[in-house]
């Protein structure tokens, strides 16, 4: 688990200027912000706009995009909550290609989950554990039955009696193969749907599509065997069947369909409380916009090719027919044409049914393409990024960890937190950076670990049972 070889990969992606890195989407929208639209609108709460950016995804051939944008949403926002839906975003992962229908199941259950279910421990637990890393001692005092000691004991005590904080931070004084113990014997006391759901969280990476740090697989894992302590009525509850499409959500997207390729498809705008930060006009003031983009679409061909060739719709269209080959309009059928300006002038045809971009109203471009909206001068700032997924509104204490109920400290904790930002931003690199800002504290204070540091543990009430449940960890 230690980040010794933890690499960050933050690019910086010059605003406006390198038009390969802000693809477009099928109906001409910058697809990084289609992304954030869509995870905006799962946090928001909002489902039909939700499958309107998740159908333009699906539009776009980027399915990929929208599962793992839909399975971020989840861990950061809901945790171990309603594994239910983790439980059918991994088996649709695990499919031979993903099932749009499927998708759009899943983005209605995610986007209609109730307030009372989020639970953003991810984040604040690798927030809380910069803090931790500064110091060889628990942070919180774990109860137990005072019959072992050492750090196996001790992560299971902490597991057992819900302290995730202070299990996560003596994790990371663990070997990986300590680790792997003590995760494999709660596996396999684990029914199977938690068992299953205990091997998405391990393999995250694998069939999500993200690419987080390895400390965020151990603390879901924790995090799930956290709730796997819960009485079984929460349990039962956290796989009860999810809310499904209703006709009016299909009726829109019938609609939608209906007008896929014309400028009409184009009928929400972008949210602009989605660009902060992860966008290129959330990282540019608000003197500078994005219009140059757009307005070039369709000004010829090398223009067009750089700025819609990262879209996979796009790309498998200009692979399949190059310069040489353009589609009816009418037919969908390929043909070859005379000459490149002929195959230009076909191709223009049936990308832009209702001319260029260039030519469409200021209106219909400020949908996707307008303004920045940092002030001159002002720095970034990934506190307010952070509120994107962070609310004191949505601390409820009936989780599945108790990081809930330290939210004043997590406050706290935030403002002294300097994380450098460079370029686009997003989930993952954050959570890299604060396991690389807690690794360097960490290494400063590893060499004064002591294991007898802890123990003893406080005496729980009842320890009957936890002697049960630790008769139920063993070999």
Known sequence: MHPENLTRELTYLSPVSNLILMSLSRHFYDLIEVQNAFAYCLIERKPLEACFWLSELIDSDETSIALATMVEVYLVRYGCNRLAWLLEAHKTAKESFLDPDKLIELCYGLATMTADMVDVS????????????????????????????????????????DNIRSAFWAAHYCDAETLTKICNQYQASMTLQLATCFDAFHNLNTWSGLDYPSSVHVLM???????????????????????????????????????????????????????YLSTQRGIIPHTKNTLTQINLVGSNPSNTYALINECSYWRELFESHRNIVALSCTTGESHSCGGSDEAWEAFCEW???????????????????????????????????????????????????????????LIDIISQIEVRIIGLWSVAKMLTELESLAYQKFVLVASTFDEEDLAPVVPVENEIIMMRQLDKLSL
């Not at 109203?361 to 909206?373: D, L, N, Q, R, V």
């Open 122 to 161: 991810l984040i604040a637990s690798e927030i809380m554990y910069v803090h931790d890393a500064k110091s060889s001692i628990y942070p919180v005092p774990v109860k137990g039955t005072n019959i072992g000691s050492g750090l196996e004991y001790f992560i299971k005590q902490a597991l057992a009696t």
């Open 221 to 275: 894992c924790f995090m799930l065997i956290a709730l796997a302590h819960k009485p079984a009525v929460i349990i039962a509850k956290s796989f009860e069947s999810l809310r499904r499409p209703t006709a009016f959500i299909y009726e829109h997207i019938a609609e939608w369909d209906e007008l896929i390729g014309r400028r009409a498809r184009r009928l929400y705008s972008i949210p602009r409380d989605s660009l």
């Open 351 to 409: 990308a832009f049914p209702d001319d260029i971009p260039d030519e469409w109203s200021a209106e219909e471009k400020a949908k996707s393409h307008g303004s920045g909206i940092i002030n001159p001068g002002e720095p970034p700032l990934w506190r307010r990024y952070l509120r994107r997924y962070i609310n004191t509104s949505y601390m409820s204490s009936d989780k599945a960890s108790s990081i809930n109920n330290n939210y004043s400290l």
